[in-house]
């Protein structure tokens, strides 16, 4: 369980089953045009629609999962067309890989620069996001003890979250 001393603005919590969405999509939206608008780098039709279709649920998604939905609505997408986007978003910190799953969730604070610390729920698949500077500095200096730099983290944890768990 994630006590309340690690939980941060930073940090992102699981959502009960009958949680709306339309909230967390409308925010997500509201802060990734603020960043690109700051940025100046274009958040085409395409880099919203992939976005909104990762913060339609707080699971991870995957690219071929992104891809069916997208021909939905735009018969001639391809894999470049889904893979551009996802990088776009990656690179501007706007979603998260789950690189076990090799699916995406949602940023919950694009606009901070942070590692990635993932609680993994096995049952229902949602995922809550830490930030625990803690945490990063426990590994950096544990790696720096074997001679070992640390240029990139991603931390996996999976479990079950407080809804399945009841």
């Known amino acids: 369980m994630v006590s309340s001393t690690v939980r941060s603005p930073e940090t992102s919590s699981f959502r009960p089953n009958r949680h709306n969405h339309n909230s967390c999509i409308t925010s997500a939206m509201q802060r990734a045009d603020s960043i690109c608008q700051q ?3 274009r958040f085409t039709r395409i880099r919203k629609r992939v976005l909104e279709l990762i913060w339609a649920s707080h699971r991870p998604v995957l690219a ?3 891809l069916k939905l997208l021909r939905q609505e735009k ?3 391809e894999p ?3 893979y551009r986007a996802l990088d776009f978003l990656l690179e501007n910190r706007l979603v998260h890989k789950i690189e076990s799953l090799n699916a995406y969730v949602g940023c919950h ?3 901070h620069k942070h590692i990635g610390q993932f609680l ?3 049952d229902c698949d949602q995922v809550a996001e830490l930030d625990d500077a803690e945490l990063k500095q426990m590994i950096e200096s544990k790696a720096a003890r074997t001679g070992f730099v640390v240029t990139h ?3 996996e ?3 079950r979250c407080p809804v399945c768990r009841t």
């Open 120 to 122: 993994i729920c096995t």
């Open 39 to 41: 940025k100046g780098v």
């Open 157 to 159: 944890i999976t479990g």
């Open 109 to 111: 604070q694009p606009q």
């Open 153 to 155: 983290q991603t931390v």
């Open 80 to 82: 470049p067309t889904i």
């Open 75 to 77: 018969h001639n997408a």
């Open 64 to 66: 071929y999962d992104l």
